[in-house]
T-cell receptor, first 112, second 110 residues
Framework: GENVEQHPSTLSVQEGDSAVIKCTYS??????FPWYKQELGKGPQLIID?????GEKKDQRIAVTLNKTAKHFSLHITETQPEDSAVYFC???????????FGPGTRLSVLP | EAGVTQSPTHLIKTRGQQATLRCSPI?????VYWYQQALGLGLQFLLW???????NRGNFPPRFSGRQFPNYSSELNVNALELEDSALYLC?????????FGPGTRLTVL
């Protein structure tokens, strides 16, 4: 079955710097890759996603890149702010309706 | 538009008891997914319901079960509770690739 790895497990950056989180997946059939942000005491919130027919997607300060050949995808956050501090999860799924396989998460701390 | 709602927020049980957790999906969503998030760990897939049927289940014992009602709301039942069942149980709803999560139910087994 699918396996998703995520690095780093913790990441500290200064406010205004960029943060990059990387994930790799094992099943070449996976074609949908969402990223979630989870704040303390809350459920995960979808922040951006990418499908396998796209190499890059951007939404304001957040971008995701996908390399299908290498089977990895990355989350890029620019101009980080303290409110970006949270745990970020990547996930992969094969098709609509199939459950997501999540990475173990990255705890991002943005230092003021 | 209301998001995914879950009840109760917190639930405290003792070993051997049964727990029932509830989830109401976003209006128009027909799929409901249940995930377990143990402390400090990632999300593990439990169950997927769509149109009232169980479509898939994760690597959990049969004492984890559930159902989906005609209004697409869902219930997760955990029988014969064990200490290691203590976790945040998250429900997500979907009508396409995207899954939207509720705030979760924190289950504590004493």
């Amino acid at each position: 079955g699918e396996n998703v790895e995520q690095h780093p497990s913790t990441l500290s950056v200064q406010e205004g710097d960029s943060a990059v989180i990387k994930c790799t997946y094992s099943d070449s059939a996976s074609n949908y890759f969402p990223w979630y942000k989870q704040e303390l005491g809350k459920g995960p919130q979808l922040i951006i996603d990418i499908r396998s027919n796209v190499g890059e997607k951007k939404d304001q300060r957040i971008a995701v890149t996908l390399n299908k050949t290498a089977k990895h995808f990355s989350l890029h956050i620019t101009e980080t702010q303290p409110e970006d501090s949270a745990v970020y999860f990547c996930a992969a799924s094969i098709s609509y309706g199939q459950n997501f396989v999540f990475g173990p998460g990255t705890r991002l701390s943005v230092l003021p | 538009e209301a998001g995914v709602t879950q009840s109760p927020t917190h639930l405290i049980k003792t070993r051997g008891q049964q727990a029932t957790l509830r989830c109401s999906p976003i209006s128009g969503h027909t799929s409901v997914y249940w995930y377990q998030q143990a402390l400090g760990l990632g999300l593990q897939f439990l169950l997927w319901y769509d149109e009232g049927e169980e479509r898939n289940r994760g690597n959990f014992p049969p004492r984890f079960s559930g159902r989906q009602f005609p209004n697409y709301s869902s219930e997760l039942n955990v029988n014969a509770l064990e200490l290691e069942d203590s976790a945040l149980y998250l429900c997500a709803s979907s009508w396409s690739d995207e899954q939207f999560f509720g705030p979760g139910t924190r289950l504590t087994v004493l």
